[in-house]
């Protein structure tokens, strides 16, 4: 199988990194999403982007486990008063890191004239670092094809989209043909975020991949008959559920380790499965 999957450690939220790199190395081929997603699920500190001795020790865990990332999550909202400083360290640390993507989010569109002034001064930024800014689809300035207009605005290579779909189908409450939504997409998709969702007691959860509703064969077809390399995360938020009106919550309790393993594990399976099928 030539394509690239890597697994997010947002699976782990709850353990700590160490113990994410550790389980990640044992089922997967080498690539791992780090995971810094503000206020949802963070492995790292603020300060921990600024810290050597802390940075050092995760470059030799992961070379030590054979673990190299080709997109860091360093969400964050754009549209905030001030973010850009902030938000450069975490593009400092992908590129320390030799990360080639890192994966945001936009913001609210009601400070979409506060995201465009910040989006000038990230995409400079990311232009002088050879880093590619990947909007993730979320509901928010970024969504669906509605948001192609945003990309089009900003019209540089050095800021993409990460397609999530489950985020799609959840923000357009599931309204939506994402095959044809991600067609019209995939001219400025860089990343892709590959999980899945079901609907119990009132409000969605993340399941493993193929147990959902998502329908990921046609989504798959149209990707291999465009011919573009685009790389894939396994990313399995067990710790979140989200609401009927689209508003995400925190489960306390984490997963035991096995638990996650084996789903991911047999998320990984069907998605290489279903791949090499279409």
């Known amino acids: 199988m030539d394509q690239i999957i890597s697994i997010s450690t947002i699976a782990y939220c709850g353990y700590d990194l160490e113990t994410a790199l550790e389980q990640i190395s044992k089922i997967g081929d080498g690539y791992v ?32 486990l054979h673990l190299s990332s080709i997109a860091f999550s360093g969400h964050m909202d754009l549209s905030r008063e001030g973010i850009v400083p902030t938000f450069e360290k975490r593009m400092r640390f992908a590129k320390e890191f030799d990360i080639k993507i890192i994966n945001t989010f936009s913001g609210p569109l009601e400070r979409i004239d506060l995201f465009y002034k910040n989006i000038k001064s990230i995409e400079q930024l990311a232009k002088s670092k050879n880093l590619i800014v990947a909007l993730e689809t979320h509901g928010d300035i970024i969504s669906d094809k509605s948001s192609i207009g945003v990309l089009e605005r900003i019209n540089s290579e050095n800021v993409k989209i990460n397609y999530d779909f489950v985020n799609t189908f959840h923000a357009a409450k599931g309204r ?82 096995d638990q996650i393993n084996k789903t991911i594990r047999d998320s990984i399976s069907f998605v290489r499965e279903l791949w090499e099928s279409v």
């Open 176 to 257: 939506i043909d994402l095959e044809e939504d991600f067609r019209s997409m995939l001219p400025y998709i860089a990343h892709i975020h590959l999980k899945d969702t079901i609907f119990e007691r009132d409000r969605w959860h993340f399941t493993q991949i193929g147990k959902g509703i998502i329908d990921y064969r046609g989504i798959f077809k149209e990707l291999r008959n465009s011919r573009k390399k685009i790389p894939m995360c396994v990313e399995l938020p067990f710790t979140l559920e989200v609401e009927e009106t689209g508003v995400t919550k925190k489960i306390l309790a984490s997963l035991k380790i």
């Open 33 to 64: 999403e780090l995971d810094a997603i503000e206020g949802i699920s963070e492995h790292f500190e603020p300060s921990d982007f600024q810290d050597g001795s802390f940075k050092k020790k995760i470059s030799t865990m992961m070379k030590g």
